[in-house]
């Protein structure tokens, strides 16, 4: 049977088979490189460029044919004095750090017992990461469900250990629980992510240094803080860089569970960035405020992966 790389070589014309042979390896590898190259720029670095050029302007996207002005750095200056933006970044921040924490300490402390082989470890594995696997939607319409006052049976649990009627409190309403809502459905969801990471740290370190240790009379404490905390922290901080960086743009669940409110108590960046964006119509606006939340998760992403770096050279 004939090759078809064969019958394409033969079927290829001789001009254009002379060029081909005459490319150089570099030359190839830029022809298969540039169909990327034009995707990552047209999907990617354009938009970015364009959304510098509007965070200038009063741009909005609802007014196509009103007159575009330029307003320089007039955007940037009444986001960066708006009490109400700080307050919001206030928000994403408590949310953001109670989150990494919770995961951290679940995260490392499940991969720490299910590194001690025993039986059925491998379902318990598999049961703990299902919550990872779902989509955020479902995850917020299932929480939704678990969190209403009268059939919810987060109430109904509170209400068993506490006494508390259930349809005396919502999770999700006034009273300064909905931040803490949120909080708890995401540690659910993406714990198990941090626990898949620290457990391939932890079956990194290899037998002998703990047998090394052991000749050595080290206790086990002793062994887990000389040797496991630091062989697994930079695959802890790793996570941590990971969730870091989802977690400042939630939105999905975030919208689906409260939308931002009641009030402002969970209006996070993201969900106030959609609503000068597609509810006040303020494009240009908007765009100036995407630049700074852009430039502030680049500049501590940055920060971190050096300090990451060095601990990994330790």
């Known amino acids: 049977m004939t090759n078809p790389i064969d019958l394409a070589a033969r079927a290829t014309p ?47 996207a609802n007014k196509p044919n009103a007159e575009v002005k330029w307003v320089g750095l007039r955007n940037y200056q009444r986001i960066l004095t708006d009490d109400g933006i700080w307050a919001t970044m206030q928000t994403t921040a408590h949310f953001l750090f109670w989150t990494l924490l919770l995961q951290v300490v679940i995260g490392f402390t499940l991969a720490w017992l299910i590194n001690r082989k025993f ?17 955020p939607a479902v995850v917020g319409n299932f929480w939704t469900f678990l969190y209403q006052p ?30 803490w809502s949120i909080i708890i459905v995401d540690t659910w969801m993406w714990t198990p992510f941090v626990m898949l990471i620290c457990l391939a740290g932890l ?15 080290a206790s086990k404490w002793r062994q887990f803080w000389t040797i496991t905390v630091p062989m697994v922290l930079p695959f802890l901080m790793l996570a941590v860089l990971f969730r870091g960086i989802e977690n400042f743009k939630m939105f999905d669940m975030v919208a689906l ?38 430039v ?3 500049g501590l992403a940055s920060i971190y992966v050096k300090a990451l770096n060095k601990v990994k050279e330790r």
């Open 150 to 179: 009268q059939i919810g049976l987060v109430n109904y649990v509170v209400e068993l250990l506490t006494g508390t009627p259930a349809s005396s409190f919502s999770m999700l309403g006034p009273g300064g629980l909905a931040p």
């Open 203 to 217: 079956r990194s370190i290899p037998d002998y240094i703990y047998e090394a240790a052991e000749v050595d009379r």
């Open 119 to 135: 039986r059925g470890n491998d379902l318990l594995t598999t049961l703990i990461v299902i919550p990872m696997m779902l989509s």
């Open 14 to 60: 001789a001009p254009v088979s002379r060029r081909i042979r005459g490319l150089s390896d570099r030359a190839i590898a830029w022809i298969f490189v540039a169909p990327t190259i034009f995707l990552l720029l047209a999907i990617n670095i354009f938009p970015l460029i364009w959304t510098v050029r509007l965070s200038f302007t009063n741009y909005a």
């Open 257 to 294: 569970l409260t939308g931002g409110g009641p009030g402002n108590e969970t209006l996070l960046t993201s969900i106030d960035l959609k609503r000068e964006a597609f509810e006040k119509w303020r494009t240009g606006y908007s765009s100036a405020y995407a630049i700074i939340l852009f």
């Open 296 to 298: 502030t998760v680049f």
